[in-house]
């Protein structure tokens, strides 16, 4: 591609991308493509020569798109939302034009210097203490598998780094039945082994029961474990629960056990100085991470990483030897040794041209419309009469499920909720997810796509009710006719 015909297909596509994102709503929200579909039409060798960039977009247009669900669709409630915004993709095209490699300072001054702003920004932006520090991972996993690492070096006096496992080095970490499945993965990667994570039950808003944190971590010291790490959860995958951080971590301080706190979809709500009660306790985290990718109109990826003692971190992952050290390393960060990869990208590019187009005030905005739009389905849904709320709401995420009166069993209950999803995302209109709380199928709103409206919401509760009431019938009737 020439320099001439690069800057008419940028052109090009800068155009295509505007009237996608402004006509995004025309798309089925997720993918009606069946497995195996998209690959039928890809051949099965690369070309021999070049082709032209004509024909490969629209390969794009015809064999991708419609292979792709639409996380950028207003009515995208699945999961945790992957916000996006205008600035944020302007700055993932500029990132992709300088293409660097940011691993050191050396490499891109500007991207380690504005890293280290865009931490301090963020950190000043949900109330962390001036105590943390920051550095951005690719993900929440990552983030928590460098968490538990370093509480395992911490604990070993970085033994482990240096000489492996020893057979009498049995550690024990802990979080709750709802924590996300990166901790159990983590702690596999870490050489934990997943037997020694116990998780604890909770209570019935689905937040850990610090008294059975407390008596796990004693009966395991009677048994000879060595109690290493906590995780826990603002704002839970299932329900966005809000785990208790002041008990918690008073518990961590007493028996010195790592404190890791997941905040990977709440922590943008952090902005907002009504939520901040959810980190009461903050002081006791040695570490913090969430996903501006999730909830603050930043494409992913970007994970923002906390920690208290850079010391540790940095002694956790760190390989340069001492005599490769460069003279500038008293006065800058070579982010390089903050984490696992080496390469990196620079992620801070996006953060900075989103924070500075919204502002601080037009995230915040943003944000509590979306959550007054969940409260407001969350009052909505116990006023009808064959809909129930199975979880509380703090956040914006709503879990419900379909219960008309006279249908109890508990599998009559969870296969009726589950042909209700499977049709709503088989109409194109919205798009929601599946959790099981107390072994029961419940269905998951999160209310935080980028430009989600109230119409949006009124519109999918709408075909929500519609479907659900259609579906009684036809049950009704097959059951009738049997
Ligand atoms: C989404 C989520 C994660 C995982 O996030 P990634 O950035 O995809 O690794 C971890 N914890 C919680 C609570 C989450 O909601």
Redesign the pocket.
């Known amino acids: 591609m020439t320099q001439k015909e690069f800057r008419a297909s940028a052109h090009e596509l800068v155009d295509w991308m505007a009237d996608y994102l402004e006509g995004v709503e025309r798309y089925p929200v997720k993918s009606a493509a069946a497995p195996r579909e998209i690959i039928r039409k890809l051949p099965a060798t690369p070309p021999d020569t070049g082709e032209a960039f004509d024909d490969i977009f629209r390969d794009f247009r015809e064999i991708v798109v419609p292979g792709m669900t639409h996380w950028q669709h207003p009515s995208f409630f699945a999961?945790?939302p992957a916000n996006s915004s205008p600035p944020s993709v302007l700055a993932e095209m500029l990132m992709a034009t300088l293409g660097a490699q940011c691993m050191s300072w050396a490499t891109s001054p500007a991207a380690a210097e504005l890293e280290e702003r865009m931490m301090e920004w963020l950190r000043g932006m949900i109330g962390l203490p001036d105590s943390f520090t920051g550095v951005i991972?690719?993900?929440?996993?990552?983030?928590?598998l460098s968490a538990i690492l370093s509480a395992r070096e911490r604990r070993t006096e970085f033994l482990i780094n240096e000489r492996g496992f020893s057979p009498e080095m049995r550690f024990t970490l802990y979080c709750s039945t709802e924590?996300?499945?990166?901790?159990e993965k983590a702690v596999k990667i870490a050489g934990l082994g997943k037997a020694h994570l116990r998780k604890l039950p909770v209570d019935d808003r689905y937040a850990l029961i610090p008294r059975a944190l407390e008596d796990a971590v004693d009966r395991d010291r009677r048994r000879g474990y060595t109690p290493l790490c906590v995780i826990a959860?603002?704002?839970?995958?299932g329900s966005t629960a809000i785990d208790p951080l002041r008990a918690i971590g008073e518990i961590c301080r007493k028996h010195q056990l790592w404190l890791h706190v997941?905040?990977?979809?709440?922590g943008s709500a952090l902005i907002l100085p009504e939520l901040r009660w959810m980190m009461d306790g903050i002081e006791y985290a040695d570490s913090f991470?969430f996903?501006p990718?999730?909830w603050l109109l930043t494409n992913?990826?970007c994970?923002a990483y906390y920690v208290q003692d850079v010391g540790t971190l940095v002694r956790t992952f760190e390989i340069s030897p001492e005599y490769l050290k460069t003279s500038e390393r008293e006065q800058v960060n070579n982010y390089r040794d903050w984490g696992i990869q080496l390469g990196r990208r620079f992620r801070a590019l996006k953060l900075w041209f989103v924070i500075r187009s919204y502002g601080v005030q037009g995230l915040q905005t943003r944000l509590r419309e979306q959550i007054a739009m969940a409260q407001g389905l969350a009052d909505a849904i116990p006023q009808s009469n064959d809909f129930e709320l199975l979880a509380p709401v703090p956040l914006s995420l709503v879990c419900f499920r379909y219960h008309p009166p006279g249908v109890d069993g508990q599998a009559q209950l969870d296969n009726l909720n589950a042909m209700l999803m499977e049709q709503l995302n088989r109409s194109g209109k919205m798009y929601l997810s599946h959790t099981k709380l107390r072994g029961q199928f419940v269905l998951r709103m999160a209310i935080a796509q980028t430009n989600v409206q109230q119409h949006h919401v009124d519109e999918a509760w709408a075909l929500i009710q519609n479907t659900a009431r259609a579906l009684m019938q036809q049950t009704a009737r097959s059951l009738e006719g049997a």
């Open positions: 999961y945790f991972h690719d993900t929440a996993s990552t983030a928590t924590t996300h499945s990166s901790i959860t603002l704002g839970t995958t997941d905040a990977a979809f709440a991470v996903n990718h999730k992913f990826d994970t």
